[in-house]
């Protein structure tokens, strides 16, 4: 047992593994911010009147869930960086890792946000029209602001399943928290104890981030 | 003011209006009753486009209701609109839910739309409830409020969907009251009601609407007293 898990080994792997969770938040945020973007698009195009958005947004949707992020993670190291035009830095892993976790994730937040818009009631739309609003107008202020609250949660769900899956991250050498802790295991065999320690990592960070969002949310609530 | 020729109005396979004709002049209100289905309803949101006719014309103060986005819009910010279950929204205080769309669709100013709002909000007796909350209301209130916001947009026309029937029966009172006042005024209404109480006293004329058509229309003391279609008959006879 003293030597399945030797303290000091734990202990010493702490300070590299903390290194690498800057660069896990980092990808993790600017995936998300790409995902949102990316999903409140293709959510309204979901729900819109004219077929080839919605035959678009249906057929990116489908593909994307349907294909494991790994997979889409080696595709687009392997496409994206060349089209355009970087080397083979450190940098163009990190870009080909956030741009395919964001690709992924709109479609996620595609069907969150689709949904959260749908769970509006039709008559707040209809009021609005009958007011003169245009469409554009009608979601902007009614439908949208509405909708937010519907999408917080499941946003901040996606945002924590994000994290955790940005650990694949590491299969295209981007040095995030789990990659350094296979750097370090591959070097003095605590294989153990630094899995350990990474996963203690994730979990502070997941399980912080559903209170800070649980208050958020109960705010919101009391808000209305 | 509003010239309706030969509307026809179908879901899909069903018909829902076969084919309605009617001049409603400025000034008038018209109150149409009717079973439930007969397509009260879908007339009166075909009169403000809020479903597409599938043929026939419609022609609101010199503008037809054709597919063009302008026309529609302008015909919107002029025929206002009170529904059953008053689509406030509910994420805006009371005066933020009257001044929107002046702002929004009018361009007004803040400081004119808010005047003008808290005018409109005297006129339904609630000029306290300005900062409250849709929800923090009655439904009476709310809907008198309804009404507020769609006065802020000075339309010519008004068009209430049942505008009491979400109501308990001791807030009825109030929100005819407003209507009552804005008939006094001059305002064109088209009125889809139960309330014959309303119907008598208030409207120039009873549209009758059964299976998608007009069936009969009249002067209110006429259709209540002596109607001559048998539908009619046997409608009144089951509410009255
Ligand atoms: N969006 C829709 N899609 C399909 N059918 C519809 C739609 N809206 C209304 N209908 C149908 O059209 C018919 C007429 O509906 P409408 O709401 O106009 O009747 P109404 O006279 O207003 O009835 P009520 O007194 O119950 O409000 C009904 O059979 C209804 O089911
Ligand atoms: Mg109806």
């Not at chain 2, 969907?161 to 088209?190: F, H, I, Q, R, Y």
């Not at chain 2, 009125?191 to 002067?219: K, L, P, Q, W």
């Amino acid at each position: 047992m003293s030597n399945l898990f030797v303290w000091k080994n734990f202990v010493e792997a702490l300070p590299f593994l903390l290194t690498g969770v800057k660069v896990t938040i980092t990808i993790t945020i600017l995936a998300v911010v790409i995902g949102i973007i990316l999903g409140t698009l293709l959510g309204l195009a979901k729900l819109s009147n004219t077929k080839i958005f919605r035959l678009v947004a249906t057929v990116y949707i489908d593909i994307v869930r349907g294909t494991p992020l790994l997979v889409q993670i080696f595709i687009v190291y392997l496409i994206f960086p060349p089209l355009f035009g970087f080397n083979s830095s450190d940098f163009y892993r990190y870009v080909a890792a956030v741009l395919a976790m964001g690709l992924n994730s709109g479609a996620y937040v595609a069907e969150i946000v689709r949904a959260g818009i749908q769970a509006i009631d039709k008559g707040q739309m209809e009021a609005a029209r009958s007011l003169g609003m245009s469409h554009a107008k009608a979601m902007r202020y009614i439908i949208l602001p509405q909708a937010f609250k519907q999408i917080l949660p499941p946003l901040g769900n996606e945002f924590i399943i994000l994290l955790k899956d940005s650990s694949l991250a590491s299969t295209i050498s981007v040095q995030e928290m789990f990659k350094n802790g296979q750097d370090i295991y591959n070097r003095n065999w605590a294989v153990v104890e630094v899995l350990i320690g990474v996963a203690i990592i994730y979990f502070i960070m997941t399980f912080t981030f559903s209170r800070i969002l649980a208050i958020v949310e109960r705010r919101l609530k009391t808000s209305d | 003011m509003i010239n309706v020729q030969d509307l026809k109005k179908n879901f899909g396979s069903l018909q829902v209006l076969k084919g309605i004709t009617t001049h409603i002049d400025e000034g008038e209100v018209v109150v149409v009753i009717g079973p439930s289905g007969s397509g009260k309803s879908t007339f009166l949101r075909c009169l403000n486009k809020l479903e597409d006719a599938t043929s026939g014309e419609i022609v609101i103060d010199g503008i037809l209701l054709d597919k063009s986005e302008a026309h529609i819009n302008q015909i919107r910010a002029e025929v206002g609109m009170v529904f059953q279950r008053f689509n406030l929204f509910p994420h805006m205080k009371v005066i933020e839910n009257i001044t929107l769309a002046p702002i929004k669709v009018r361009q007004k100013s803040h400081d004119i739309a808010r005047k003008e709002g808290m005018e409109l909000l005297k006129k339904v007796g609630l000029s306290d409830k300005a900062e409250a909350y849709p929800g923090q209301l009655s439904g009476g209130q709310q809907q008198r409020v309804a009404i507020a916001r769609a006065l802020a947009m000075h339309p010519k026309i008004m068009l209430f969907d049942e505008p009491t029937s979400a109501l308990d029966p001791e807030l009825v009172g109030e929100v005819l009251d407003v209507m009552k006042k804005l008939a006094e005024e001059g305002m064109t209404m088209v009125v889809v009601t139960h309330e014959m109480g309303f119907a008598r006293e208030v409207g120039d004329r009873v549209i009758f609407m059964d299976d998608g058509r007009i069936c009969e229309e009249n002067i209110p003391d006429e259709i209540f007293t002596n109607p001559y279609n048998e539908r009619t008959k046997a409608f009144l006879g089951k509410i009255l």
